[in-house]
């Protein structure tokens, strides 16, 4: 009897297994894609909003600044005058400084009194301010150490920044302060005399601090003051001053920030400081934005 044939294939020989097939970086596939991080993030880089305050384009006004020495006043003025010289603008200028003229030194036509009896200034920057208030002229003063003599006149005219602002022309007030509460004191005690113009602000400079730490850290102590909180409470509002790393190659040459900016001084400032003093021009502009009717 013939055996039926198997329906199955019998196997030809062993089947090989498939032999991988070799791709460069297969060795790497299963690992995640590599995440590299910058030192500092766009969030750290980025500037905080800054603070908006009340619309004063349409009045001429009389800009102050109070501080202890060595904040940065006289400064912060120059960039002041000087970016309205830049837009063809022509504010009465004042220097009450007793000690220092360096605002003098920087502009022409700036009009100081010829005294140092106290009585006598008093008088001579109440007379400037009525000239300002009769011309309709933007002012700006630099008191310098002479914030003594505002203190005078607020003590004796409880209130007169509101008759300033009855006069037509805005009263400014710019509260320079370091990092120390005690630079806060000028506001503490004007405030208490009743001087507490609706355009003022707290100008917190960084270029006093120790660089390489945060200005959080550095100003922890200023903000977080009985002064400061109830300054802002009360509508007063928080700027900051960016530090000018060529500050000192500038000041050596008597120049203004400008010039310097663009190697008109003498000697020129090298490329690198000449960067630097733009870029703090640039970082004035952004962060005082807010209050640009507040200027000249």
Known sequence: M?????SKKKPTGTQKPATPVFRPGSSTAGLKPAEIKPLLTSEQTRSKPVAQGLDLADRPKIILTAGRGKT???????????MATMENKAPLLADIDPTNATFSTFFEDVSRPDTFNQTAVRDW????MEYA???KQTAVIDLGGGDTILRTIAAEMPGF???IEEAGLAMVMFYLAGPHPEDLTPAATLGALGFK???RAFVLNEGVTPPGQSRDQVFSRVISSNVYRDETADGALTLWM????????????TASFVAARDGQTEPPLGVFNRSRVGHWLKAMDAQFAGVKSWMP
Not at 125 to 128: A, K, V, W
């Open 125 to 128: 920057l109440q007379d400037f």
């Open 161 to 163: 920044d509101a008759m």
């Open 197 to 199: 113009p609706r355009a």
């Open 72 to 82: 940065g006043k006289t400064t912060f003025l120059r960039w002041i005058v000087e």
């Open 133 to 135: 208030i009769k011309e």
């Open 2 to 6: 013939t055996e039926a044939p198997s």
């Open 242 to 253: 960016p530090r000018l790393h060529a500050a000192e190659a500038v000041e050596a040459r």
